[in-house]
């Protein structure tokens, strides 16, 4: 008979308390499936019976969690120790990596910020200087007419205007690209009948079974009066 996927080595001169305790479940399980046939408990012979059976099932129970939780304790323990050695250093957000990382991120974000204002204010003022003289070279080209000199000096200014567009572009590529920064978008709850309205249709289940649960341990608690719910009393074994 196969009690575990894994067990440990055997010694069979003195074979482990669990082999025992399965053992005794192994056959109080059989017996309760012939019992648990599918027919209704006819005498009280029966009924003792029966509970007795129950009542041993649940002592065993308990003796096996107990060889259970013994037999794992100084695993428990091996790994409550790695767990404490690692601690300090890599526990999320409290560990040294995490706390320094922060800190330094923090650092960053404030130089990378200021460095991105100073990058989109220059775009901004390029775009100001580039739309200023495109719209000068383009005055300047519709008084030239007739005036070849003047037509020569507005193409010049127009070329120039155009190489000024072309730098306020590539401003304009400073500041959104390769900021070190990244677009993290965020929700903030400024309506909750709104947003109670949008979710729950489509999370009406995980909703309900929210409310059930907090329904199910305030009836537990005493609560005898809950709107939308009916608290009633039910006998079990």
Same mark, same amino acid.
């Given at each position: ?7 440990? !080595?055997?010694?069979? =001169? =003195? ?15 059989? &017996? ?28 065993? *129970?308990?003796?096996?969690? +107990?060889?259970?939780? +013994? ?15 690692? =601690? ?6 409290? *560990? #040294?990596?995490?706390?320094? #990382? $922060? ?25 100001? +200087? ?13 008084? &030239?007419?007739? =005036? ?13 205007? #155009?190489?000024? +567009? /072309? ?9 959104? &690209? *390769? ?10 709850? &400024?309506?909750?009948?709104? $947003?109670?309205?949008?979710?729950? !249709? ?9 409310? /059930? ?13 809950? !709107? ?6 039910? #006998?079990?074994?």
């Amino acid at each position: 008979m196969t009690h575990a996927i894994i067990d440990p !080595p055997r010694d069979h =001169n =003195n074979p482990p308390a669990y082999l025992q305790v399965f053992d005794e479940i192994d056959d109080l399980f059989d &017996t309760a499936r012939d019992f648990a046939d599918g027919e209704p408990i006819e005498t009280e012979a029966m009924h003792d019976t029966i509970s007795s059976l129950r009542d041993q099932m649940h002592e065993l *129970g308990k003796r096996a969690d +107990e060889l259970r939780v +013994e037999e794992k304790k100084p695993l428990d323990e091996q790994v409550d120790a790695i767990q404490k050695r690692y =601690n300090p250093y890599i526990q999320p957000k409290k *560990g #040294k990596v995490d706390l320094a #990382k $922060a800190a330094l991120a923090d650092l960053l974000a404030a130089w990378r910020k200021r460095v991105l204002a100073e990058q989109q204010e220059a775009a901004r003022l390029a775009r100001i +200087e580039a739309d200023r003289i495109a719209a000068e070279a383009q005055a300047a080209i519709r008084a &030239t007419s007739g =005036n070849l000199e003047a037509r020569v000096e507005a193409e010049e200014l127009l070329a120039h205007a #155009k190489d000024v +567009e /072309r730098q306020a572009r590539r401003a304009d590529k400073a500041a959104t &690209t *390769g900021t070190g920064l990244r677009t993290v978008w965020r929700a903030e709850l &400024t309506d909750e009948a709104a $947003a109670l309205d949008h979710y729950y !249709p489509l999370y009406r289940e995980q909703f309900l079974g929210l409310v /059930r649960g907090y329904a199910e341990a305030d009836a537990r608690g005493g609560v005898r009066a809950i !709107p939308g719910f009916r608290v009633y009393d039910e #006998k079990v074994v």
